[in-house]
């Protein structure tokens, strides 16, 4: 019978930088095993003074940005630079198959072979709000294993990009030229997150269509509120292929760094989104309490039944539900 882990071997694990231990205390707080449950909060507990030292990076991009290409490239550049880089990515949509993200990480092939990179799929939450707890956890954990820099990297299109801006300090949209009206509403939607634009694909033929769309992106830009405060959010064109200007989105992000430290923005936005995290903690634990209440289970399908038939309106129902949860009636009364 294999011999199960010590808290103490994990957080030594993990503070002596053993990719093996990281990876294992990564499974270890993405278990939904209660026991489990448990000893990853101990291990949490343990090395969340050693956390917070790094710089965190979110990255969206449309379909066929080139995004995969973009992270194999910037993240060997950083690794050859002498930074420990750790790439988490969050998928709601293939809690099943985590098909994409393995596939992702095949296509960066350089970046998975580099002595200083971790790249992790996302865990299998079930649920968008499941994925992205596992995640906080799992940066604080790479960021105790001495990773300076970490990559959370949104694979489910348009459903993550909130979620994502709400755990790292600078948020990147990356898109290409050529993008049809279905791409450019959703590129609308994350502008406002956007700490930095690139236009990826800035090479041959297109690299002057792409220096075009940068133009374009930096006159919106001037009329949308900036992804941080007191930060100018700019466009920028890159090639991923070729590695042109790949230094360039790094100086940015340096430079963001240094400018939201000094006014105070960086601690203020990493204080906030640990409230966030607690709040998302406590909501989402009231829905578990809330479904397995054994009057509010036992009622829960008829009254949504009644609902989704037109019997009953929601606002009732949730009245009704609510005062079985708060022990005002019992289950089977009503």
Not at 92 to 99: D, E, F, L, N, Y
Request: net charge neutral; aromatic share 6%; hydrophobic share 40%.
């Amino acid at each position: 019978m294999r011999r199960e882990v010590s808290v103490a071997e994990y957080v030594e694990g993990v503070k002596s930088q053993s990719r093996a231990r990281l990876a294992q205390a990564i499974t270890l707080v993405e278990s939904t095993n209660a026991t489990h449950a448990k000893m990853a909060q101990s291990v949490l507990h343990e090395l969340l003074p050693f956390s917070g030292r790094s710089i965190r990076i979110g990255i969206t991009g449309v379909p066929g940005a080139g995004k995969s290409t973009f992270i194999d490239t910037f993240g060997t550049y950083l690794c050859d630079k002498g930074h420990r880089l750790a790439v988490l990515a969050i998928d709601p949509t293939s809690v099943r198959t985590r098909g994409s993200i393995l596939g992702d990480k095949t296509r960066m092939e350089r970046l998975s072979r580099m002595e200083g990179c971790f790249i992790r799929p996302s865990p299998s939450g079930g649920t968008l709000g499941g994925v992205a707890r596992k995640t906080r956890e799992s940066i604080v954990l790479c960021e105790a294993a001495g990773f300076d820099v970490i990559l959370v990297e949104t694979v489910g299109v348009g459903q993550s990009e909130g979620t994502v801006r709400s755990m790292v300090d600078f948020f990147l949209l990356l898109t290409i030229t050529g993008a049809g009206d279905e791409l450019q509403a959703f590129k609308k939607g994350v502008m406002e997150l956007a700490d930095a634009i690139l236009v990826n694909k800035a090479d041959g033929d297109n690299e002057q269509a792409a220096k075009e769309l940068v133009s374009e992106f930096n006159h919106v830009l001037r009329h949308i509120p900036p992804g941080t405060s007191g930060w100018k959010t700019r466009a920028y064109a890159c090639s991923a292929r070729t590695g042109a200007q790949i230094e360039k989105i790094w100086e940015v992000i340096s430079q963001f760094k240094d400018e939201t430290t000094r006014s105070g923005q960086f601690e203020r936005r990493r204080s906030e989104q640990q409230i966030e995290w607690l709040d998302s903690l406590l909501i989402e634990e009231l829905k578990n309490s809330f479904h397995r209440h054994p009057g509010v289970s036992g009622r829960y399908s008829p009254v949504a039944q009644e609902v989704a038939l037109g019997k009953k309106s929601a606002v009732a129902a949730t009245e009704e539900l609510l005062k079985i949860f708060r022990g005002e009636v019992k289950g089977d009364l009503c």
